[in-house]
């Protein structure tokens, strides 16, 4: 079984960078508009870039791509590396669609995998769906990705699109996708895999890219598209939503939807009572960035509703030509609009409780997120700490498989015992432990769980 989630001291200094950059804890307005971010890395390790991002920058995670799975088990080390130097449980995505949209496939020492129209037409079994989803959550375990960025829930109504054309809709049938998505989705959750459903409000209709450009769906869009939506949202099914980058001139005759509230807080949230993670879809793609400018796309996409965004780059130039990180102008820009009222500090808030309560989802006890579960023996669990960071006490769980005895201990980053939260034998099951660090300085501390069958560290962070 695979560690991604032994702790380093890069961690610390990451956040420790961060406070001291921003001035400001984790409290802060920085650290949240961090949190509401997803960025794309060069390569096939983290480069000192990347590590920026997710330590001083606390971007909410990383979307990977082809481009960093050379070959099957070059992407373990990235994760490793990720969640290592991430300063708040990260986000590590990947697009698994199956068929043409598949990260992992034959090309990097994985298998060639069926598209949603093979599933929906030609095999027409929603067993089929399952087992291959399935099959991709074995290699979320071995690689530690813990969102996958599919199903696809657009319907099937222009066989020469970007979604028909490349067969990535189950069916024309909103019925027949919402049975293929369900079982996805479901057999996802089963392995703590967190999905997102795709594109919203529905690019199956689209007669042009919007990789490549504006897409304008008024003419052919059709309100049977929402359908596969509102009966997964009915059913409690869907994690987080991308929005497509799609004008649709009767219900936002300004902006597309990804920088509308009309489609985000209107339609998504209040006709079909969404309440998880709006994310939008990648920003870098033709529709946005041949008619808008970057830095105000940013903040229109946070203030319509998204409450994460999503790129591929890691760089990017901007109004004044220079080249930053995506990062760095994402968080300066956001902070600069919040304090000029443009965007309510509210409406960061909301994005931010939302982001952070789904990431509880990974790591909790008893859940099999992917942070969590490869990252401990089958016969014990040391759940990461929370809050943390934290500033008054902490809660630490273990889960035990079989009665043993244990030692929970706590020591501070000089390997120096500084508590002692737990010591004896204990039946099978799960509880929670407190620690409230009294005379202690702020810094990074670990605590070490060690049980009969091994022992596993976790990190902590404590700021007064």
């Known amino acids: 079984m695979k560690s991604f989630g032994i702790p380093r001291l890069a961690a610390t200094a990451a956040l420790l960078l961060f406070t001291a950059a921003s001035g400001q804890g984790i409290d802060s307005l920085r650290y949240k508009l961090g949190q509401l971010l997803i960025v794309g890395i060069p390569g096939e390790t983290l480069d000192t870039g990347a590590a920026y991002d997710l330590g001083a920058m606390n971007v909410s995670g990383v979307a990977l791509f082809a481009y960093n799975v050379p070959e099957r088990g070059s992407v373990d080390e990235l994760s490793r590396q990720i969640y290592e130097t991430a300063t708040a449980t990260p986000f590590v995505m990947i697009d698994q669609e199956g068929g043409v949209v598949a990260r992992f496939d034959e090309q990097n020492g994985f298998v060639e995998s069926h598209s949603a ?114 009966r997964l949202i009915d059913r409690d099914l869907i994690d987080m939503t991308m929005i497509g980058h799609l004008y649709h001139e009767d219900i936002d005759s300004v902006y597309p939807a990804t920088l509308s509230a009309n489609f985000m807080e209107g339609l998504l949230r209040d006709s079909l009572g969404f309440e998880g993670v709006a994310i939008t879809d990648e920003m870098f793609m033709g529709a946005i960035l041949q008619n808008y400018d970057m830095e105000d796309a940013f903040a229109l996409a946070v203030k319509g509703g998204a409450d994460i965004v999503l790129t591929a780059r890691w760089e990017m130039e901007t109004k004044t030509g220079e080249t930053r990180r995506v990062s760095d102008v994402f968080v300066d820009y956001l902070e600069e609009k919040v304090n000029e009222g443009f965007i309510p500090a509210s409406r960061v808030e909301e994005a931010y409780r939302r982001v952070t309560a789904l990431k509880e989802l990974i790591g909790v006890p008893r859940a099999t997120g992917v942070a969590e579960r490869v990252a401990r023996p089958e016969t014990f669990a040391l759940s990461p700490n929370y809050p943390n960071p934290f500033n008054g006490e902490t809660r630490v769980s273990v889960s035990l498989a079989e009665p043993s005895a244990i030692a929970l201990v706590v020591f501070d980053a000089l390997g120096r015992e500084r508590a002692r939260l737990a010591e004896g034998r204990y039946p099978a099951g799960e509880r929670t432990f407190r620690w409230k660090p009294e005379g202690a300085a702020s810094g990074a501390y670990f605590i070490r769980l060690t049980t009969e069958r091994g022992s596993t560290v976790r990190a902590a962070i404590y700021l007064k």
């Open 117 to 230: 129209y093979d599933l929906g037409y030609l095999l027409g079994s929603v067993d089929s769906t399952r087992a291959q989803a399935a099959r991709f959550c074995d290699w979320f375990e071995e690689t530690g990705i813990n969102v996958n960025l599919a199903p696809v829930v657009d319907l099937n109504l222009n066989a020469s699109g970007v979604i028909g054309g490349l067969e990535r809709s189950y069916s024309a049938n909103p019925s027949v996708v919402e049975a293929h998505a369900a079982a996805f989705i479901e057999e996802h959750r089963k392995r703590g895999v967190l999905t997102s459903v795709k594109h919203f409000p529905g690019h199956g209709s689209a007669r042009t890219d919007s990789h490549d450009g504006f897409t304008d769906v008024t003419e052919w869009w059709l309100p049977s598209e929402l359908t596969p939506f509102r």
